[in-house]
């Protein structure tokens, strides 16, 4: 009986820690500049190892911050994986009549509970915004220029600039920063899940907007670093 509830609990809180893992892993990869739904199907997609398109998988490849996500995520997934297993195996030999049944039943009233917190949009949004302040806190996910957004010239390119709190940039309007003098252009910002296309020169930059812009990389970098 000491390990009547061994299963359920063990195998809850796996499949529940899983689900974190694979939203942070989704927010850092927005992070390296892939969109939001190829993110997450990015970041589902190699936690449960079923692998990615011939196009997906280059878009991985070929960046390094990305391929160090996916890398600990098929790390994380395995490991996830193989403790339920050995968690139900284990249960199965050891349980006797009743406790069988009563397992399962705590086990899908578990998933119940587990699927509402998952859902539920108040608690998503401060998981968002801790990791991402977590992550922008550390030299790794800095935003920088990817290569993966847009390079039509030698030297031009595309940033996404995430306003941190106490950011210079928050309470500036567009026309304050000066961009045309610099050859810089606001194609968007991305504000609470809304985007705002090709933004008028007085709109005013909040925390916590997302910028992406475009222009010489070397303006991009002075007139950006936070």
Same mark, same amino acid.
């Given at each position: 009986?000491?390990? !009547?509830?061994? !299963?359920? !609990?063990?195998? *809850?809180?796996?499949?529940?820690?899983?689900?974190?893992?694979?939203?942070?892993?989704?927010?850092?990869?927005?992070?390296?500049?892939?969109?939001?739904?190829?993110?997450?199907?990015?970041?589902?997609?190699?936690? #449960?190892?079923?692998? !990615?398109?011939?196009?997906?998988?280059?878009?991985?490849?070929?960046?390094?911050?990305? %391929?160090?996500?996916?890398?600990? *995520?098929?790390?994380?997934?395995?490991?996830?994986?193989?403790?339920?297993?050995? #968690?139900?195996?284990?249960?199965?030999?050891?349980?006797?009549?009743?406790?069988?049944?009563?397992?399962?039943?705590? &086990?899908?009233?578990?998933?119940?509970?587990?699927?509402?917190?998952? #859902?539920?949009?108040?608690?998503?949004? %401060?998981?968002?915004?801790?990791?991402?302040? %977590? *992550? &922008?806190?550390?030299?790794?996910?800095?935003?920088?220029?990817?290569?993966?957004? *847009?390079?039509?010239?030698?030297?031009?390119?595309? +940033?996404?600039?995430?306003?941190?709190?106490?950011?210079?940039?928050?309470?500036?309007?567009?026309?304050?920063?000066?961009?045309?003098?610099?050859?810089?252009?606001?194609?968007? +910002?991305?504000?609470?899940?809304?985007?705002?296309?090709?933004?008028?020169?007085?709109?005013?930059?909040?925390?916590?907007?997302?910028?992406?812009?475009?222009?010489?990389?070397?303006? &991009?970098?002075?007139?950006?670093?936070?």
């Amino acid at each position: 009986m000491d390990g !009547f509830f061994y !299963f359920p !609990f063990t195998t *809850l809180l796996v499949i529940f820690t899983s689900f974190l893992i694979v939203r942070a892993s989704s927010i850092a990869l927005m992070m390296t500049g892939l969109d939001q739904k190829r993110s997450r199907f990015q970041a589902l997609s190699a936690f #449960t190892g079923t692998g !990615f398109t011939t196009k997906e998988a280059e878009l991985i490849v070929n960046n390094p911050r990305r %391929r160090r996500i996916i890398i600990w *995520l098929m790390i994380l997934g395995n490991a996830g994986i193989v403790t339920v297993i050995v #968690t139900m195996t284990s249960t199965v030999v050891v349980s006797e009549g009743f406790q069988i049944p009563i397992n399962i039943v705590i &086990l899908f009233l578990g998933l119940v509970v587990v699927y509402k917190i998952a #859902t539920h949009t108040g608690f998503l949004q %401060r998981w968002d915004v801790f990791i991402e302040n %977590r *992550l &922008l806190k550390t030299t790794n996910f800095e935003e920088e220029v990817t290569e993966g957004l *847009l390079h039509l010239l030698e030297g031009y390119g595309l +940033i996404r600039v995430i306003v941190k709190e106490d950011s210079i940039l928050s309470g500036t309007s567009l026309n304050d920063l000066k961009l045309s003098e610099k050859n810089l252009l606001v194609i968007g +910002i991305e504000r609470n899940g809304e985007w705002i296309s090709v933004p008028k020169s007085d709109e005013v930059i909040k925390e916590n907007d997302r910028l992406v812009v475009y222009g010489p990389l070397n303006a &991009l970098k002075s007139t950006f670093e936070q």
